[in-house]
């Protein structure tokens, strides 16, 4: 069945590193996209992605990078993390516009 | 800016009951509407989507209604099972330029035996 998974799964990590995370659909779908899940405000978008080499900013880019090398992949850098990144992070993946969203089992990073 | 609003923000009740779940957003420029299941620590679980030229879509004991003019939305659940419990939120397909889901804060629904 298609799917889509994030890993790692938790990640604890320490202030001013690199960290990514990896998102990965095997829907083939064109659109993918990066949320963040805090108390109190919900799901909000990060970065979006249309297709291979198309890349878009959400709400909230500032400190984070995405790249979209293929179809499968999307891939979120915190280039130099902080403790207010500290989040559950969900990817999710989409055929087009008016197609319902799917999401991943998210990605839960402590930065210290 | 789209904005979108969920009330009440936790709802409990006795099992068996039919409840009705609230959505309300600001701009009707929307593609469609989407609500979603969440369970305490895990990812989101499509319920159901409405596109914007439609007024309702059923899935087994779920009912979802929008009435874009008014920017409103319900989740109808019939007879509810503690096995509900969860928190739902509503997101709408925006078209203000991006494309993209604005979610409400959602409702934390307890169904009790």
């Known amino acids: 069945d298609a799917e889509i998974t994030q890993s790692p799964r938790h990640k604890i990590t320490e202030t001013g590193r690199q960290v990514t995370l990896a998102c990965h659909q095997t829907w083939n779908h064109n659109n993918m996209f990066w949320y963040r899940q805090d108390l109190g405000h919900g799901l909000r978008l990060i970065h979006y992605?249309?297709?291979?080499?198309?890349?878009n900013k959400g709400e909230v880019s500032d400190g984070y990078s995405v790249s979209r090398s293929n179809t499968e992949d999307l891939p979120l850098t915190l280039e130099s993390a902080a403790s207010s990144q500290t989040s559950v992070y969900f990817c999710?993946?989409?055929?087009?516009?008016?197609?319902?969203?799917?999401f991943g089992p998210g990605t839960r990073l402590t930065v210290l | 800016k789209q904005e979108v609003t969920q009330i009440p923000a936790a709802l409990s009740v006795p099992e068996g009951e039919n409840l009705v779940l609230n959505c309300s957003f600001t701009d009707s420029a929307i593609y469609n509407l989407q609500w979603f299941r969440q369970d305490p620590g895990k990812g989101l679980t499509s319920l159901l989507l409405?596109?914007?030229?439609?007024r309702e879509q059923t899935s087994g004991r779920l009912n979802a209604s929008l009435d874009k003019s008014s920017g409103r939305s319900t989740l109808y659940i019939a007879a509810s099972q503690p096995g509900d419990s969860a928190t739902y939120l509503c997101?709408?397909?925006?078209?203000?330029?991006?494309?993209?889901?604005?979610f409400g804060k959602g409702t934390k629904l307890t169904v009790n035996p």
């Open positions: 409405i596109q914007s030229s439609q």
């Open positions: 999710a993946s989409s055929r087009g516009v008016r197609w319902e969203q799917f």
């Open positions: 997101a709408v397909n925006d078209q203000g330029g991006s494309e993209k889901l604005v």
């Open positions: 992605s249309y297709g291979v080499q198309d890349t």
